[in-house]
C-alpha cells in the first residue's frame, strides 16, 4: 500500500479483505458509521450511495478511503480487491464474514533466516 493516500494508517494497523460483494461491503460500514467521510481519487465524495457504491464503479476507482476525523476504516488503492480495512473493525469484518460477504486475510508470518555471517560463524552454512 502506497503512502500517497490521505489518512493512511501504518499497513501494520490495517487488515486484508477479501471480496468480490465491495459495494456489500462498503455499504456495511457505511451503515455502521454514517458519520464517515469517503473520498474517492481524493475528493470527498458528496453523492447518495447508491449512485456511486456499486462493484462497477469502483472497480474503476483509483483510490478510496473512508474515514473518521484522521482514522481511516476502509481503504484500497488501484482495486477494490486490495481492500484493506483498521485493525480494529475486526468484530464489523467478523459479523461481515460470518454472512458470507468476506474473508478476513491474516497476515503471513514469516520465520527469518539467520544471515549468512551468522550461519558461517556458527557452523551452519
Not at 487488515?15 to 465491495?22: F, L
Not at 458470507?100 to 557452523?123: A, D, M, T, Y
Amino acid at each position: 500500500m502506497r503512502a500517497s493516500l490521505p489518512g493512511l494508517c501504518k499497513t501494520m494497523d490495517m487488515v486484508g479483505i477479501k471480496t468480490t460483494r465491495y459495494s456489500a461491503v462498503i455499504k456495511a460500514f457505511l451503515d455502521r458509521y454514517p458519520e464517515a467521510t469517503v473520498r474517492i481519487n481524493r475528493k470527498i465524495e458528496s453523492r447518495p450511495v447508491d449512485q456511486w457504491c456499486t462493484n462497477r464503479n469502483l472497480c474503476s476507482i483509483h483510490n478510496f478511503s473512508l474515514s473518521i476525523g484522521t482514522e481511516t476504516l476502509l481503504q484500497f488503492h488501484d482495486h477494490p480487491r486490495d481492500l484493506l480495512a483498521k485493525s480494529d473493525q475486526r468484530p464489523l469484518l467478523e459479523e461481515l464474514a460470518s454472512k458470507g460477504l468476506l474473508r478476513i486475510e491474516n497476515p503471513k508470518v514469516r520465520k527469518k533466516k539467520p544471515s549468512l555471517f551468522h550461519r558461517l560463524f556458527r557452523g551452519e552454512a
